[in-house]
């Protein structure tokens, strides 16, 4: 006679009773848990916003840090002359501003002692293009020709230096190189002032070249108002 083995149950918890049979498994947060959890997620994420952090699930390579034109030419370009050179001053665009370029110029050219041709030979640069590493250090010229250089005529002002074109016909930013570029240079006597008129019959005026104008050439330089003639 076989005997039947009783079964001894032991005590479910009370989590595990209240779950029942269909309750989650083991390892499977209960739905009060998840809610919890996501409650911290969305916490942690509006202070990282708060704070001006964007979150992110991977690593963001942003790149390189963008490049700027430097606007310093790295050394001297090599003569190629055989005649002696000589420096002299022009002011290109760079960076939306005006900066000083030194180039040089046969002797013969930069020592004339003649205003007007030395005026005119520094037109002919900023006419020029720049060259290559000019171009590389992110200089530019606006002016354009036709753009020549005559004497005062009769009743003009001393010093006075015409045009071929009326100077406030010129793009603001190439009147400003021309400006800066003559009145520092021996075209302006010295003075720190250029003292320019066009073809017509206007009256010359002064031109000056200030920080502001070199900081923003966009803007018409300023005058020191119609310049007068030398007493007769």
């Not at 790295?74 to 005006?98: D, F, I, M, N, W």
């Not at 005026?205 to 200030?210: K, L, M, P, V």
């Amino acid at each position: 006679m076989s005997r039947v083995r009783g079964t001894h149950r032991t005590a479910a918890p009370d989590g595990a009773a209240a779950a029942g049979p269909a309750g989650p498994k083991r390892g499977t947060p209960r739905p009060g848990v998840r809610r919890a959890v996501a409650a911290l997620a969305g916490a942690v994420a509006l202070a990282a916003a708060g704070c001006g952090i964007r979150t992110t699930a991977v690593p963001v390579d942003a790149g390189p840090a963008p490049s700027r034109v430097p606007c310093t030419l790295s050394g001297k370009e090599t003569a190629t002359a055989t005649q002696p050179q000589l420096v002299v001053r022009v002011y290109l665009v760079c960076a939306s501003a005006l900066e000083a370029v030194d180039r040089t110029v046969p002797v013969a050219e930069g020592r004339t002692g003649d205003r007007v041709r030395t005026a005119q030979m520094l037109l002919g640069e900023l006419l020029e293009q720049p060259s290559g590493p000019e171009r590389e250090a992110g200089f530019a010229s606006l002016v354009r020709g036709p753009l020549t250089v005559s004497p005062p005529r009769d009743g003009d002002p001393a010093g006075t230096l015409r045009l071929s074109r009326q100077p406030e016909d010129l793009p603001a930013a190439a009147l400003a190189q021309v400006v800066c570029t003559l009145a520092e240079s021996p075209a302006a006597a010295g003075s720190g002032t250029v003292v320019l008129a066009g073809p017509g019959d206007y009256t010359p005026r002064g031109y000056r070249c200030t920080d502001s104008v070199k900081q923003r050439p966009d803007t018409a330089p300023p005058t020191a108002g119609p310049a007068t003639p030398p007493a007769s």
